[in-house]
């Protein structure tokens, strides 16, 4: 399992643990992340940033010119036992985002052309197997030059199937699971809405997750049962909980939790945060008013992306789940950061380059991309407005183009509102209850 390393940058730090004293600093930092991709480790998202300011002030972000000539790469997917892989992605990220894509074909094989010259690590994904670089027998990624008007060969690319971290039968025992509060809380809309509320934590890797909560219908009685929500919230879980109350009180069980700030940007801990939740409320230890039915989903923002990881490994759990203004491409985000298209909180202003470069790095932003493994989803119903500057809604588009090519059932909503950040609460506006029912009719229809 990918570990961030302590001590290192997380989104809601200040500004000022991003950004380095100097120009020699800076410079010094981008010749010790050469260094690091030829010896094989992974930079930090601290490094990844000081990187990212060195090679700006180098002009190393600047766009190619019109017209620039470029060049192709060529290669084969395979699979563990050296067959080859068809239908698989590959992606070729340019260092500002912008990702060239083809699938492999009934050979395994796939070119891609229009790439700019540069030095390039090929990814790939595929239905059930985990991303994966080029690599050598050390597993350090391999590094493709592209030149103009040439064809550059890659390495293999070579994908192992997806085999989620086994989780112990006594999984609240093991990690110390601890209810360290109970209370009953009302929201305004729907009027009279009002729901049971428990609060836990638990211990994982010397951390302390304590962000995790269940919404009980109010007065439920002994040996009721309800059908599970599982929310995955973008911001603190007690900022929202308005909406879990909602939920919760049109009879459901709102299972929800938002991102430890240990993890950093490491997405595959929170996912692993998400699932070891999802066991917990399935095996009994949240509440004994879970019913055994299948389970709906949602997420909102960065942890949109996050949650579509749960469902690549538990997706028998889930007949369908809502984005709210959600990642579905992570490249395509990138670009438009530095195409300056973005306007990022100052506190989250690093956060993309914290992902490290595209070009050199493409499993931080293969991970974040719904887009690319649109086909493991359940049934989605996708949610976001125009008035979006921090994820665009053209992220929506992209995921819903994606569902569409690939057969699965998608609902959307787009709507104007204010920004990114939903109105609730007592700020709730007219979208926004227009939003809630239009879940919750999706919800019904889709755990029958």
């Not at 304590?210 to 973008?234: I, N, S």
């Not at 579509?308 to 984005?323: A, C, I, S, Y």
Request: hydrophobic fraction near 40%; aromatic fraction near 8%; include cysteine.
């Amino acid at each position: 399992m990918i570990r961030s390393q302590p001590g290192v940058l997380t989104p809601a730090q200040s500004n000022s643990a991003y950004i380095p004293a100097a120009r020699p600093v800076a410079i010094c930092a981008l010749l010790c992340a050469l260094l690091l991709i030829l010896v094989g480790c992974q930079p930090t998202p601290r490094t990844n940033v000081l990187n990212y300011l060195a090679a700006r002030s180098l002009g190393a972000y600047d766009p190619p010119p019109p017209g620039a000539p470029t060049g192709s790469i060529q290669g084969q997917v395979l699979d563990e036992s050296g067959a080859p892989l068809v239908g698989a992605t590959v992606v070729v990220a340019e260092r500002r985002g912008t990702p060239h894509t083809a699938v492999s074909d009934g050979t395994g094989h796939y070119r891609i052309d229009g790439i700019p010259p540069g030095h390039y690590v090929p990814a790939a994904v595929a239905p059930g197997y985990d991303e994966t670089v080029a690599a050598d027998d050390q597993g350090r990624p391999r590094i493709v030059a592209i030149e103009a008007g040439e064809t550059a060969s890659a390495p293999p690319l070579i994908l192992k199937q997806r085999a989620p971290v086994p989780l112990p039968a006594d999984l609240a025992d093991q990690i110390a699971l601890t209810q360290t509060g109970s209370y009953s809380a009302t929201t305004s809309f729907p009027p009279g809405s009002a729901a049971q509320v428990l609060s836990y934590q638990y211990q994982r890797e010397g951390e302390t997750i304590d962000t995790l909560r269940v919404y009980l219908p109010l007065d439920a009685d002994e040996g009721e049962k309800f059908p599970l929500l599982f929310f995955g919230y973008p911001g603190h879980v007690d900022g929202w909980e308005a909406v879990s109350v909602a939920f919760a009180a049109q009879g459901y069980v709102v299972i929800a939790i938002s991102p430890s700030p240990a993890w950093d940007v490491d997405i595959e801990q929170h996912a692993l945060d998400e699932r070891i939740v999802l066991h917990l409320a399935r095996d009994g230890s949240l509440s004994p008013h879970i019913d055994d039915g299948p389970a709906m989903a949602l997420g909102g923002s960065f942890t949109s992306a996050v949650l579509h990881r749960l469902l690549l490994d538990e997706g028998d759990q889930f007949n369908g789940w809502v984005t709210v203004g959600g990642i579905a491409n992570a490249f395509s985000g990138a670009e438009a950061f530095y195409a300056g298209e973005l306007e990022l909180p100052p506190r989250y202003q690093f956060v993309i380059p914290a992902l490290g470069q595209p070009n050199l790095f493409p499993l931080s932003f293969l991970r974040y991309s719904p887009v690319y493994t649109a086909s493991q989803l359940p049934p989605t119903l996708i949610i976001h407005t125009g008035a979006d500057r921090i994820i665009p809604i053209e992220q929506a588009y992209e995921l819903e183009e994606a569902l569409q090519a690939s057969g699965v059932p998608v609902e959307t909503f787009y709507y104007k509102d204010v920004s990114h950040y939903l109105q609730i609460g007592e700020n709730l506006t007219p979208e926004g209850e227009e939003m809630f029912y239009l879940i919750l009719d999706f919800i019904e229809r889709w755990l029958q």
